[in-house]
């Protein structure tokens, strides 16, 4: 019985999600798109800035007055579906699993995942394709807007397309709150102009997929499919904690309820028709995706869930820790997990696909589970939570890294390909004014301090 109240628990938290956000697929709401220093209405809150290890909170923010009116009819249906199935359920045996809820009608059963280590069970969704429509896919040319930096402009979030052609989200001092802000270069950082960004203070990070489509992501989700020239929100029921594009999809991590209920969703690039993947099971964190491949923390850390086919079908392996991981997959079938451990954050390294991890010596002493790490490929990668070591032999040795100042704490870390990468830190206290953005060309074996003003 505990666990089938479990379930039905669960249950509740979707059907109320569902009815919040998602009762008529993804809601598109447009909002007028930020250029600069412009008077426009504003009632977001401020959030809390946040590192990229601890990204936004696990459920949806409150609603306002006017999302109420759905709130309550949600409710009383789910309460009414759970009194039923309690009723059915106390002279019965509970062998379904629940409906996963999706943004667009293609509903699909959840299967649970073994949690025994390299577990080969996989289930499918049959509507799901492993291959995007051909329009998410071809070449798209937009007019990207170019206008002046703010003065005073932090970065918070990197994201890239190319060795040159990088965007920062971030803020800067401005009279006309949100101040949200984002930048583009596309000479590698020698110069950057400023480009709309969403009216809201609810994204922390950015990604974007090419020079047309990006997405804003934190409590709230944020798109623009014409180089940020406009955006506007998509409601996916809950926050939205992780995005990962690859191969003419891009891949959403999406938190609701009050226990981290989480879900994989999937949609085209050029097009905001999301899709639950249901094989990847009660997605949690560490999202990554590469060509066809797919790689998620489930089954609230406890499980890796991977995928060779776009998130069609998914194996459940072993996680090397309970806790949170940050999956990283820079060649094919190397696998490294950064996790944190209750005390102390730690490396691992697989190189079957993630059925099988060792534990990475590390850096000595050990790092705190704050520490950020990015991998350039299977063999060289950079860890540190103040100062950064990084690694050429798949971890048995690790070497200071020059070129990075006094750093109190970062804010990101990652690589474009296997030489290109940036670093963003505090100097100082965590303040918009003290964001430093370090660039490398070399692998991550030096950084240069790289001005965005």
Not at 37 to 61: L, M, V
Not at 213 to 224: E, H, I, P, Y
Not at 410 to 430: E, I, R
């Amino acid at each position: 019985m505990p666990g089938y109240l479990d379930t039905v628990e669960r249950r509740l938290a979707e059907l109320t999600a569902q009815g919040v956000d998602r009762s008529a697929g993804p809601t598109v709401v447009r909002e007028p798109s930020r250029h600069g220093d412009r008077d426009h209405r504003h009632d977001e809150p401020a959030r809390p800035r946040r590192s990229w290890w601890s990204g936004p909170g696990g459920g949806p923010r409150r609603r306002r007055n006017r999302e109420a009116l759905v709130v309550v009819p949600a409710l009383l249906v789910a309460v009414i579906v759970v009194v039923g199935l309690l009723a059915l359920g106390l002279g019965a045996h509970h062998n379904a699993t629940p409906t996963s809820s999706s943004t667009t009608h293609q509903p699909a059963q959840h299967r649970r995942q073994s949690s025994s280590a390299s577990a080969s069970a996989t289930s499918t969704a049959p509507a799901l394709s492993a291959t995007a429509p051909a329009s998410a896919t071809a070449p798209r040319h937009v007019s990207a807007p170019a206008g002046p930096v703010p003065p005073g402009f932090g970065p918070e979030s990197f994201t890239a397309v190319s060795p040159t052609t990088w965007w920062l989200l971030g803020s800067a001092p401005c009279s006309s709150p949100p101040c949200t802000s984002i930048l583009r270069t596309d000479n590698a950082g020698h110069s950057f102009v400023g480009t709309p960004a969403p009216r809201t203070t609810a994204v922390s990070r950015l990604r974007y997929a090419n020079a047309a489509d990006g997405f804003a992501f934190g409590s709230q989700l944020w798109v623009t499919h014409d180089g940020g020239a406009t955006w506007h929100q998509v409601r996916l029921g809950g926050a939205v904690t992780e995005v990962a594009t690859a191969n003419g999809f891009a891949y959403a991590l999406v938190r609701y309820g009050h226990r981290g209920l989480g879900r994989l969703e999937r949609s085209p690039l050029g097009r905001d028709t999301w899709t639950t993947l249901p094989a990847a099971g009660s997605a949690y964190a560490g999202l990554w995706a590469h060509g066809q491949d797919v790689l998620v923390g489930s089954g609230a850390g406890k499980q890796l869930a991977v995928s060779h086919n776009a998130g069609v079908t998914f194996a459940a392996h072993g996680s090397p820790s309970s806790l949170p991981c940050d999956f990283e997959e820079p060649s094919s079938s190397v696998v490294w997990a950064h996790c944190a451990t209750g005390t102390e954050s730690a490396t691992w390294r697989s190189s079957d696909s993630g059925a099988h991890f060792h534990a990475v010596a590390g850096p000595q002493p050990g790092l705190p589970n704050s520490a950020l790490f990015a991998a350039a490929s299977g063999s060289t990668a950079v860890v540190g939570a103040t100062t950064l070591q990084r690694t050429t032999d798949a971890g048995v040795h690790f070497a200071p890294v020059a070129g990075i100042g006094a750093v109190t704490a970062w804010q990101y870390l990652g690589f474009t390909d296997a030489s290109h990468g940036v670093a963003v830190g505090y100097v100082g206290s965590p303040t918009p004014a003290n964001e430093r953005l370090y660039y490398t060309s070399d692998g991550g074996a030096t950084y240069r301090l790289v001005s965005t003003g």
